[in-house]
């Protein structure tokens, strides 16, 4: 993914750990657990607090993560991905609160049924990790598999959520 130089960026701290968001002037690109496979380099990104979209990010994000909100609404933009990995992205979006698609149900509902592992690698690369719900997408029969922000963090938001999984770790 490719992301422009002149994006804003602020780090809020969560129950799961530190979060970077980044936006544009227009809406917001991304949001990655700090560490977390595919984040990109924000070194280059204006740091502040200020940006009226990364503050209402961040209110929402908090607002999420104590159950005092099921929905975003923010301005997204997912352009930095592919064709393939938009359409993945997108079709994260109608997955509900609370449930959960196996990543061969996604992969038909975007009219590529062969292409689950293609699927998979699309929702790793999530650049707007709880907004666009990559952690709804468990293997089959339920089971967890990769987050890349971390398995232990894919149960905590599926737990919030009330959502029905089938644990394969103990992570107590």
Not at 86 to 95: M, N, P, S, T, Y
Not at 145 to 165: C, D, H, I, S, W
């Amino acid at each position: 993914m490719k992301f422009s130089d002149s994006l804003f960026c602020t780090t809020v701290p969560s129950p799961l750990g530190l979060i970077v968001l980044a936006a544009t002037d227009q809406a917001l690109v991304g949001l990655w657990f700090d560490g977390q496979r595919h984040q990109p380099d924000a070194s280059r990104w204006q740091q502040t607090s200020a940006h009226p979209l990364l503050a209402l990010a961040s209110t929402q994000l908090s607002d999420y993560l104590t159950g005092r909100r099921s929905q975003f609404e923010l301005p997204l933009s997912l352009a930095g991905g592919s064709a393939f990995e938009q359409a993945v992205w997108h079709a994260l979006q109608d997955i509900p609160w609370g449930g959960t698609c196996s990543y061969s149900a996604l992969a038909a509902a975007i009219g590529r049924p062969k292409a689950a592992r293609a699927v998979g690698a699309a929702v790793g690369r999530n650049p707007l990790s709880i907004i666009v719900p990559c952690h709804r997408v468990l293997g089959n029969g339920g089971a967890l598999t990769g987050y890349a922000g971390g398995l232990p963090r894919k149960v905590a938001l599926l737990q919030l959520e009330g959502a029905a999984f089938a644990p394969s770790h103990n992570f107590g």
